[in-house]
């Protein structure tokens, strides 16, 4: 992704140095700026704090802090405990786990080889995202008015973005997309990267409060829904970012296309349905305060709800198949019944 006329990917290892480097998501949109990670576990507690998130994202990252454990340690049992702090940063997205174990694996042959699933790992979720991009495209027509929710888009994987990949293939080929960013409370991953991403883009957007969809579809100005995923499971169930369901029901209520975009790393086939899927349950204080700048550009935290009061912070909900019109993948566009004819 293009940032002030230079290309950037959001995560990236430098294998001569064993360090991991990324976009610092936490200050976002208000600072851009670059960290570095030299050992597994600082960029695991990175995925954790969420410095990284998003599923392809924390998908290479995690993939990079196992190679980086490669490095560190030739004990077998310190590279599996080293597993296990990786995986125990974020429950929700699949593709942390398809990450590590596929470099967990390469490594019984070789460092060499970790870092090298490692790389490919990051390298295939920029190409996969390319193509759900150039998929995705064929969906949409000039000057449609598109909503998405949370942040799919390039900070979100390595490069390009799932659910937002296509709306910029479709913003180059010219068709002039307009998207209603939903601001995806209690985060603000919406009204934080994703706008911060299309305004970087010059893609026209505005940013909705949460619960103004209905609104903008009971009037006909949404055309389609396309959101990212953070687990698919084998059914089609799709976990992502919470607040998902409630736009995927909205559109079956207003006839409007409700679409999933994700590289099949995100789909769990292992993983009957969307019940079983493990829902990361966040600290309150995310709810509770907002945080952002005043005019002299000092990050103040101020507290937005009754004190006293405690909160209830689900990061993510399952969308039952039914509600999915198709998947935007790397692999085309699929029904949610057709997936499994990739297993
Ligand atoms: O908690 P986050 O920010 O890591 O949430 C994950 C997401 O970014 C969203 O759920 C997104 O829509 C799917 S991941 C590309």
Request: proline share 4%; with cysteine; aromatic share 10%.
């Amino acid at each position: 992704m293009i940032i002030e006329g230079k290309h950037y990917r959001t995560v990236w290892f430098d294998q001569d140095t064993n360090v991991v480097s990324m976009i610092n998501q936490i200050k976002l949109p208000f600072e851009f700026e670059i960290v570095h990670f030299s050992d597994y576990r600082q960029t695991a507690e990175a995925i954790r704090n969420m410095t990284v998130r998003g599923a392809g994202a924390i998908g290479a990252t995690a993939g990079y802090a196992m190679a980086q454990a490669f490095v560190e340690t030739e004990d077998w049992e310190l590279r599996q405990e080293a597993r296990d702090f990786i995986e125990n940063t974020r429950p929700t997205a699949v593709n942390l786990f398809y990450a590590t174990a596929k470099v967990f694996e390469a490594g019984r042959a070789s460092v060499s080889e970790a870092i090298g699933m490692a790389q490919m790992i990051a390298d295939e979720d920029a190409d996969g995202c390319q193509r759900i991009g150039e998929y995705g495209n064929t969906l949409i027509q000039h000057k449609q008015r598109i909503l998405t929710h949370c942040n799919a888009g390039w900070l979100a994987f390595v490069d390009y973005g799932s659910a937002l990949s296509p709306v910029y293939a479709a913003h180059n080929a010219g068709k002039q997309p307009f998207v209603y960013v939903d601001e995806t409370r209690p985060r603000g991953q919406g009204a934080r990267l994703t706008a911060y991403e299309l305004f970087q883009n010059e893609v026209e957007h505005r940013i909705i409060a949460d619960n103004a969809a209905a609104f903008y579809m009971a009037k006909g100005d949404i055309n389609m829904v396309i959101t990212g995923a953070d687990r698919i499971t084998a059914n089609g169930d799709v976990a992502n970012k919470i607040g998902t369901m409630e736009k995927a029901i909205l559109a079956k209520e207003f006839g409007i296309p409700f679409y999933v975009a994700a590289p099949f790393s995100t789909i769990d086939f292992a993983m009957e349905s969307g019940a079983l899927i493990p829902i990361e349950e966040r600290d309150d204080e995310e709810l509770l305060y907002h945080e952002g700048p005043d005019e002299q550009n000092t990050i103040h935290k101020v507290r937005m709800a009754s004190p006293g009061s405690l909160g209830l912070n689900p990061a993510f909900d399952v969308t039952p198949a039914k509600y999915i019109k198709a998947f935007i993948t790397d692999k085309g566009i699929l029904k949610p019944d057709e997936l499994k004819q990739f297993q």
